[in-house]
């Protein structure tokens, strides 16, 4: 029996001739990451062990580490100032040299630098403090969060245990019509699966819709996996994913692995792309998700356009489509997600776009997609966000309510200060 | 035992957003379950046993959350599923056993009731009702974590 791409990384990483799911593997791991608060939890699991006599004088290799400033930054108060400056002198201790430090060049939020800088290559096993670390398997490596003891296990040991994960496949073909985007997509899926449809399990996309389209949508299709509670999203690199890291990275080699042509799925979905409507994800779920139209005309006091989700440079270009040249009536803020993309959207003109319709530009946070600062929501406050979760009190108070969306229905609902399908501007 | 039955309890109703940059365990804990029940930590003492919903530590990868609950003193949460970073988090740290449940067994147990957990026989006892359920036993590796005490104490064979 063949292996699919997430079961082939899983038995070369743990040196093992095959996997099958349910196999529990100890597996060697190729890039780490952590941000300013997983890394200061990191921190607190090294000093407790050491004072119970471990020794971690060194990492296994700091060279495969990197550090973003992104939960609280700007920092939001004395602590998390205190955070960052902790970490700072701990990375210098160990010798950790990509530090994507806030005000010092190119940083944002660690998913969107992990691709934006070509961090994670094709069949690498990449592991992440923080849940959306699936993001990356978009680029066809094993990508999956983990906590802050596990990461400190593999800072020391260069490894991790982990579940086989059985592979869900959803195969996305059609026309796309121009108004749907990936958000659409992945909500619609997650509606039908559920928080927890696929738990412990691996969510690979394909199909004509999936090879259509650019890095930074596919990215948004594997950030969302996390929702679903899935293990690891991953799609197998092609021409794209080349061109992408060519981009970034120059002429260089790497195994562009695939899975088995016999491999084994646990359940195939087919999605037809012509049939979906632009969508939104009601609190308080993620899955819990409609057709604007059903909603259309909800009023809202504020539209966000930030976070590794939805403030991509393809994210901001489709709100700017939607922007331009109108005004927004409702609060609206857009937080480019890296500085590179930041400098992108200068450069191409959407910042000036944005500015005129009266939106505010904000520096690259994950700030208030977590309600920890930078614009949080007061009570009963109601927001579009082209952000990933809208569970009670993520975004601010916790009678607050925050409707997932894709860049052009959050733009489009900005316009009108109320929830709009984009067809009907 | 305290029990709140919902499913996808998530981690930012475990320990909200702006408590993420607290990495000190005991304050951690004065806001534990805060966006669900504010009075939880006055209720729970050590010992005791949590009754939830699947899906519960769904969402963030957040370490605080294991961390905040073993704090208030929870030793255990039963639970027809967990969101798999919750899950591992609270083992491979130590923290708390994350103990699957059939979820017809969510009706049996009442809140305040007094348990026993048998791992050995992978058996709950229900003290007050004098009735006892299964749980889905730890695999090898898991229960080998566990008995370490946590992952760095867990040698590989």
């Known amino acids: ?64 580490v990197w550090i973003s400033e992104d939960h609280f930054v700007p920092a939001s108060d004395r602590i998390s100032a205190d955070n960052v400056i902790q970490l700072t002198k701990w990375a210098q201790k160990y010798g950790i040299k990509k530090h994507f430090k806030y005000g010092m060049g190119q940083y944002g939020i660690c998913h969107t630098i992990s691709h934006e800088e070509g961090l994670v290559l094709p069949g690498e096993v990449y592991v992440g403090g923080d849940s959306h670390t699936n993001t990356t398997g978009a680029i066809g490596a094993f990508s999956a969060g983990l906590g802050h003891t596990d990461i400190a296990y593999v800072l020391k040991h260069g490894k991790i245990w982990f579940k086989v994960p059985e592979t869900m496949l959803f195969k996305v073909t059609g026309k796309k019509p121009d108004y749907i985007m990936a958000k659409d997509i992945i909500l619609n899926i997650i509606s039908d699966i559920g928080t927890d449809g696929a738990n412990y399990r691996a969510m690979q996309f394909s199909g004509s819709v999936v090879d259509g389209m650019e890095m930074e949508e596919r990215f948004t299709l594997t950030n969302m996996t996390t929702e679903a509670g899935a293990k690891n999203g991953i799609i197998e690199p092609d021409n794209t994913t080349v061109d992408y890291l060519r981009t970034r990275l120059g002429r260089i080699n790497f195994n562009l692995i695939k899975g088995d042509p016999d491999a084994e799925f646990s359940e195939i979905f087919d999605y037809d792309c012509e049939k979906m409507e632009p969508s939104v994800a009601k609190p308080y779920s993620p899955e819990n998700v409609v057709p604007v139209r059903e909603v259309q005309g909800t009023e809202i006091d504020k539209a966000y356009i930030g976070s590794c989700t939805g403030a991509k440079l393809s994210d901001l270009r489709s709100a700017a489509k939607i922007l331009e040249g109108k005004k927004v009536k409702v609060r609206t803020e857009v937080l480019p997600a890296a500085q590179s993309i930041y400098m992108k959207a200068i450069k191409e003109g959407l910042v000036t776009i944005f500015m005129e319709s009266g939106a505010v530009i904000g520096p690259p946070t994950c700030g208030a997609c977590c309600g920890a600062h930078m614009g949080v929501l007061g009570k009963d406050e109601i927001c579009a966000s082209t ?39 | 035992m305290h029990k709140y039955n919902r499913p996808n309890i998530d981690t930012d109703v475990i320990i909200p957003g702006p408590y993420l940059k607290i990495h000190d365990h005991d304050e951690l804990a004065k806001h534990a379950m805060e966006g669900l029940d504010p009075n939880f930590t006055n209720k729970a003492s050590k010992g005791d046993f949590l009754l939830v919903g699947h899906n519960f530590g769904c969402g963030s990868s957040r370490e605080h959350a294991p961390i905040a609950l073993s704090k208030t003193g929870i030793k255990a949460i039963l639970s027809p599923s967990f969101a798999r970073i919750f899950y591992r988090n609270s083992i491979d740290g130590g923290y708390l056993l994350p103990i699957e449940i059939e979820e017809n067994i969510l009706e049996k147990i009442d809140d305040k009731d007094e348990i026993e957990i048998n791992l050995d026989k992978n058996s709950i006892l229900n003290v007050t009702k004098n009735e006892s359920y299964p749980i889905k036993p730890f695999s090898k590796i898991i229960s080998d974590i566990i008995e370490a005490g946590g992952l760095f104490n867990y040698k590989i064979s």
């Open chain 1, 1 to 64: 029996m063949g292996m699919t791409l997430t079961e082939k990384i899983l038995s070369h990483s743990s040196n093992s001739k095959t996997v099958t799911p349910g196999d529990i593997i100890f597996s060697n791991v190729d890039k780490v990451m952590m941000h300013d608060v997983s890394g200061p939890g990191v921190i607190k699991v090294f000093k407790e062990l050491e004072k119970k006599g471990y020794q971690l004088e060194k990492l296994w290799d700091p060279d495969r």
């Open chain 1, 387 to 425: 952000t990933n979760r809208n569970f009670p009190g993520r975004m601010g108070d916790v009678t607050s309510k925050t409707y997932l969306a894709s860049p052009m229905v959050v733009a489009a609902s900005a316009i009108t200060g109320k929830l709009t399908d984009p067809r009907d501007l």
